[in-house]
């Protein structure tokens, strides 16, 4: 008896808490939408709305932001100018989804072969001390 009142006590709090988790993740889902719902534009919603656009919209920020970080400002300028034009053509996508993902892995693809194309990976900072040491050995 005292068995089979454990065991119904077991299944109680196991589903309980089930109900509670699916509840929880039900919530977030809630949250989310409603988060994304108030971004700016449908694009912007879209990604939010999307794990795999947000996880290459990550991707696409981080490399940007490498080569910011490598390359000279004079060399950077066009690839930021090329980084807004590839915004507003992403944003002709609307909340299309497989249109976003595709502008997402094009621009990827850009970014990562301008890495690559980018030799040594010194930072700017890096450079400009030892242009500045070289000058002062020189003086």
Sequence with gaps: MVLGYARLVVGIVVTVGLVQTAAE?????ALRAAACAQKASATEAAICLDRDLVR??????????????????????????EQQRWRIDRNRCGAQVPCLATSYQERLNVLEQALRNTSPAEPVQQR????SAAKRSVS
């Design 25 to 29: 993740a039900q919530d977030k889902g």
């Design 56 to 81: 290459r919209d990550a991707q696409v920020a981080q490399a940007y932001a490498e080569l910011r970080r490598i390359v000279l400002p004079r060399v950077f300028q066009p690839i930021a100018a």
């Design 128 to 131: 400009a001390r030892r242009k």
